[in-house]
């Protein structure tokens, strides 16, 4: 048989003869379920799927073989070791020129398309809560000018001597807060492209951090020395991921993490950008932690302005760090457990995806 057209396909395919077990599938078989053909055909495929799933689908198995009657199973999820994907399967009896059954299963992946909704939803409601916040900026920055306008006026006036140092505390605070609009605002900087390698800023990140925690925390890398160079701005990218990697720093720091690491990693992959059709090859930047992790009424609004989960938190750098991402025609991703957290920063490697 010419299995050139069915490994060309996104959808996965597997043959499944009378005991359930697999006897051939196409590439995207193998790459959704990530195992090879010698394991798929280890074991029953009931094997592989879900504790919960699994009698409930050796049973529509065993009746699909025996009735012939078809039958999809949504969100299955197929687990090997650590790893778990979820699928929308469909399952078929086929008949071979000898007359015994064999079961066609066909694969979908359900966890891209979930994760591209989901990413869709928050850039447009990151969108929206920053209009908000943009607006209250607006209508605090105005009345700010006015105090700082009045208590230098106050200080020019005879006899003001006295109050010098309460009109410098408030001509000051009022320059702190000023700033801190602006920040909200996020204030376009100048953006200077260049063509760098990745791993240089890393470096500088990693350095930093670990003189700054002393030596106290590990320090790990695992990068992919064969990533091209990336188009950016070397400042503001900095920027971004030494917010990131403080934030991962605190966190293992201030919950006295026994034995806190914090780990850079790089890779190229395929993704499809929110709300565009198609994949491109993007940059992978992932920082990770063996903190306590993210809270789960978080986890969705951590780059939004003010919202922090650490008691000295602003709130502020998480949110400079997805609007410079975003200039950059990038996102970020964010997944996280109890004693794992990963974020992942997604970037082209020229100026556009």
């Given amino acids: 048989m010419d299995t050139r057209l069915l490994d060309a396909l996104n959808t996965g395919i597997v043959l499944l003869d009378e005991e359930r077990t697999v006897c051939w599938a196409n590439e995207a078989a193998t790459r959704i379920t990530s195992m090879g053909m010698r394991q798929l055909a280890s074991a029953p495929f009931e094997s592989w799927v879900a504790d919960g799933q699994a009698s409930e689908l050796k049973e529509s198995l065993s009746h699909c073989i025996r009735s012939g009657h078809s039958f999809t199973f949504r969100e299955l999820i197929l687990i090997r070791d650590d790893f778990a994907t979820t699928t929308d399967a469909s399952f078929s009896r086929l008949q071979d020129p000898v007359g015994s059954g064999l079961v066609l299963v066909e694969l979908s992946e359900v966890d891209q398309l979930l994760k591209i909704s989901r990413d ?47 009109l410098s505390i408030i001509i000051s605070e009022a320059d702190r807060l000023k700033e801190l609009v602006d920040r909200l605002l996020g204030t376009p900087q100048a953006h200077d492209s260049e063509e760098f390698n990745i791993h240089l800023i890393l470096e500088r990140a990693r350095s930093l951090l670990g003189a700054e925690s002393g030596g106290s925390i590990e320090m790990r890398r695992d990068y992919d020395p064969s990533l091209p160079e990336i188009h950016a701005d070397r400042n503001q990218l900095f920027q971004a991921i030494l917010n990131i990697a403080k934030n991962a720093l605190e966190a293992v720091t201030e919950s006295n993490t026994p034995s806190p690491w914090v780990r850079f990693s790089t ?72 004693g794992h957290t990963a974020i992942d920063v997604i970037l082209p490697f020229g100026d556009t995806p």
């Fill in 120 to 166: 869709s939803r928050l850039l447009s409601d990151e969108a929206g809560f920053r209009k908000l916040a943009q607006g209250l900026a607006h209508e605090v920055k105005n009345p700010l000018g006015g105090i700082k306008g009045a208590a230098q006026l106050l200080a020019k006036e005879a006899g003001a001597a006295e109050f010098q140092e309460y």
């Fill in 267 to 338: 890779r190229a992959v395929r993704r499809a950008h929110p709300g565009s059709k198609g994949a491109h090859t993007m940059l992978r930047v992932r920082i990770e932690d063996n903190g306590p992790g993210i809270p789960d009424d978080l986890k969705d609004r951590i780059f939004f302005p003010m919202v922090s989960g650490r008691a000295q938190g602003s709130g502020i750098g998480l949110s400079i760090t997805q609007t410079i991402i975003s200039r950059h025609h990038g996102w970020i991703e964010v997944e996280s457990e109890p």
